[in-house]
């Protein structure tokens, strides 16, 4: 059974940085496609940014320029920094983990950006 543990959420002021982590367990070989989400109030989840397993990243349109998406496949884990923090970036962010089967996600954390 693969679970995925969300850690590095918090408060943090406008134009401030933050990452996230995300830690997979019971994925025994390489790595899948991952991706982080989020969904802030009244909002629809929505891709925040993806890495391929062969290591290709995609950027929403509105944090390209300002978010990172890496991972350390040794270690199962996918990071997410995220620099110059708008307040519109305020969200639960998800981690999810994408398998032929099946999609896992984690239980998210919770970025909130003050202006």
């Known amino acids: 059974q693969v679970q995925l543990q969300e850690s590095g959420g918090g408060l943090v002021q406008t134009g401030g940085s933050l990452g996230l982590s995300c830690a997979a367990s019971?994925?025994?070989?390489?790595?899948?496609?991952m991706g982080w989400y989020r969904q802030a109030p009244g909002k629809q989840r929505e891709l925040v940014a993806q890495?391929?397993?062969?290591?290709?990243?995609n950027y929403a349109d509105s944090v390209r320029g300002r978010f990172t998406i890496s991972r350390d496949s040794a270690k199962k884990t996918v990071y997410l920094q995220m620099n110059s923090l708008k307040p519109e970036d305020t969200a639960v962010y998800y981690c999810?983990?994408?398998?032929?089967?099946?999609?896992?996600w984690g239980q998210g954390t919770q970025v909130t950006v003050s202006s």
């Open positions: 999810k983990a994408d398998f032929i089967a099946r999609d896992y």
């Open positions: 890495i391929t397993s062969g290591g290709r990243t």
């Open positions: 019971g994925i025994r070989v390489g790595m899948p496609a």
